[in-house]
C-alpha cells in the first residue's frame, strides 16, 4: 500500500510534475493514504480509499509452549487482493465483492508460537497440525500447517484490519464494506473461512493415533478407505472413470533432504476421486479438517478448502502407481507446497473431522 510519506524530493517532484491527487480521507475510519484516483501509476488497488477495521484482542493457545495474547505493533503487515464469493440459502455461489484487505499473515501471528504436540512421541514432524480460529459469535475456521507454512506463496491467510474496494472503472460497482477485522483467506474460492471479528486461535494436531513402522519396505496399500468422523464411507481401488489425468512439471523439494527430482508427475485431482465421500458445504468448507496417512503410518493434515475450494488451480493431485509398486498404489502430490513433506506414499486412509 502506498504511504502519503515520501522522500522530500519526491513529494516535489509530485507536487509539480504530476496532476494532484484526490484529497485523503483522514476520517476516524479511514486510514491515512496516498489514493491514486487519476491512475498516476499501474497499481490497480490503491485507487480508492482504504477504511480501518475494529480489531478485537486476539489469544493463541493450544499445543504451544508460549501462549498468550497477539502483539500486532511487532508484526509486519501484508496486503491480498479477492473476489469474495459466498454460499447463498440454496448453497450457490453468491458474489459479494471484490477488494484489497490489508493486515497481519497468521504466518507471521504463529512464528514464534512453540509447537508443543501431544502426539509428538509418536509422530513428531508438524505437518499433521492445524490452526482453529474462533469469532466473538463461537463461528470457527480451520487452517492446516501446511497451509500455512508451506505454500509456494506465503502471507496469503491474514487478519485484516483494513479494506479497500476494488472498483471496476466501467461500471463503477460500489460493494458493501466490513466495519470489523476478518479473517482473509486468500487462496480460497468460496470465502466461507473469511469471518468477522476473530478473537482466538487455537493450534492442535490431527485427534487420530496411526500406528508407526518407521522403515517400512517394500511399503505398499491396495486401496484408500475414505473415513468421516470416525465412519467409513467408501473405499477407492481406482480412478474414477470420469476423471481425467493431468500433467504438473515440478522441482520436487523437500525442507529436510532437499532435492529429490525434477520429474513431472501425472494424476487425477484429488477433489474429483473423493467429493462424493466428502460433498461442499458451508461447515466442510470452514471447519473441515482432514488427516490423510500412508500405510507405515506417516500422515499431514489438509484442510478441507485447500483440498476443494482454491483460487489457484495448484491442486493436489492423486497419482496411480503400477500394480505392487513400492509406495503404491497412491500417492498424493501437493502442487501447491513449496516442499514435499506432505506428499503421502501408500496411502490407505484419509479422515475428515471438524
Request: net charge negative; charged share 25%.
Amino acid at each position: 500500500m502506498k504511504k502519503l510519506i515520501y522522500l522530500p524530493l519526491l513529494n516535489l517532484c509530485l507536487i509539480s510534475c504530476n496532476p494532484t491527487p484526490q484529497p485523503v480521507d483522514l476520517s476516524e475510519n479511514s486510514f491515512t493514504q496516498f489514493i491514486d484516483s487519476t491512475e498516476m501509476t499501474n497499481n490497480f488497488y490503491d485507487n480508492t480509499e482504504t477504511y480501518k477495521l475494529t480489531v478485537k484482542e486476539l489469544t493463541v493457545e493450544g499445543e504451544i509452549a508460549n501462549p498468550g495474547k497477539v502483539d500486532f505493533s511487532t508484526l509486519p503487515r501484508h496486503s491480498v487482493i479477492v473476489k469474495e464469493t459466498l454460499l447463498d440459502s440454496a448453497g450457490k455461489d453468491k458474489f459479494i465483492g471484490a477488494y484489497r484487505y490489508d493486515g497481519y499473515s497468521l504466518f507471521d501471528i504463529l512464528e514464534k508460537r512453540i509447537p508443543q504436540k501431544v502426539n509428538a512421541e509418536e509422530f513428531n514432524p508438524i505437518i499433521d497440525m492445524f490452526a482453529e480460529i474462533e469469532n466473538d459469535r463461537g463461528e470457527k475456521v480451520v487452517f492446516s500447517w501446511g497451509e500455512i507454512y508451506y505454500p509456494n506463496i506465503l502471507h496469503r491467510i491474514l487478519i485484516a484490519d483494513g479494506v479497500s474496494r476494488i472498483v471496476p472503472s466501467k461500471t463503477k460497482d460500489v460493494w458493501d464494506l466490513p466495519v470489523v477485522s476478518k479473517v482473509v483467506a486468500g487462496n480460497d474460492l468460496i470465502a466461507e473461512r473469511n469471518i468477522s471479528s476473530p478473537v482466538k486461535i487455537t493450534v492442535r494436531s490431527f485427534p487420530k493415533s496411526f500406528k508407526v513402522i518407521k522403515g517400512l519396505s517394500p511399503m505398499f496399500s491396495g486401496r484408500i478407505i475414505l473415513i468421516d468422523k470416525g465412519n467409513p464411507v467408501s473405499t477407492l481401488v481406482d480412478y474414477s472413470p470420469v476423471a481425467k489425468e493431468v500433467t504438473y512439471n515440478t522441482i520436487f523439494y523437500g525442507r529436510g533432504k532437499g532435492i529429490h527430482s525434477t520429474e513431472p508427475f501425472t494424476g487425477i485431482m484429488l477433489k474429483d476421486a473423493i467429493a462424493r465421500a466428502y460433498p461442499v458445504s458451508r461447515e466442510n468448507l470452514r471447519k473441515g479438517i482432514m488427516c490423510i496417512s500412508a500405510e507405515d503410518g506417516y500422515r499431514a493434515a489438509f484442510s478441507y478448502s485447500e483440498i476443494f475450494n482454491r483460487n489457484d488451480q495448484q491442486e493436489f493431485l492423486l497419482v496411480g502407481t503400477g500394480p505392487g509398486e513400492d509406495g503404491g498404489l497412491f500417492r498424493i502430490f501437493p502442487a501447491g507446497d513449496f516442499f514435499s513433506d506432505r506428499a503421502i506414499k501408500s496411502v490407505n486412509e484419509i479422515h475428515l473431522e471438524y
